[in-house]
Nanobody, 122 residues
Framework: QVRLLESGGGSVQAGGSLRLSCTAS????????MAWFRQAPGKEREFVAF??????MTMYVDSVKGRFTISRDNARLYLQMNALKPEDTAVYYC?????????????????WGQGTQVTVAS
């Protein structure tokens, strides 16, 4: 059974840092792209960061560039979040098995975690 388990969420003050982790189990994910998404209250889920399995190429939504870093280690995915802002408050989801977020590409990912809450106070 495939399972994605996120951890590392919590509450921080603006300017603080958090490191999210996602552990994937149930199959070999070494040839799967991995990504982080987030969903804020009352908003649609949005892409945050992506890492390609073949060469480690990364992509980020503009609002987190220079502040967030995605990385992976075999079946573990990480998101280092620095200089957090109140607008980063959301539930963060780990996703596996989808395409890079190029313009016009539908971001259909095969597997999703349950999410971890990140709250940034001003």
């Amino acid at each position: 059974q495939v399972r994605l388990l996120e951890s590392g969420g919590g509450s921080v003050q603006a300017g603080g840092s958090l490191r999210l982790s996602c552990t994937a189990s149930g199959r070999d994910f070494s040839t799967y792209n991995m990504a982080w998404f987030r969903q804020a209250p009352g908003k649609e889920r949005e892409f945050v960061a992506f890492v390609r399995w073949s060469d480690g190429m990364t992509m980020y939504v503009d609002s987190v560039k220079g502040r967030f870093t995605i990385s992976r280690d075999n079946a573990r995915l990480y998101l280092q979040m620095n200089a957090l802002k109140p607008e980063d408050t959301a539930v963060y989801y780990c996703a596996v098995g989808g395409p890079p977020p190029y313009a016009g590409v539908r971001l259909d990912y095969v597997y999703w975690g349950q999410g971890t809450q990140v709250t940034v106070a001003s």
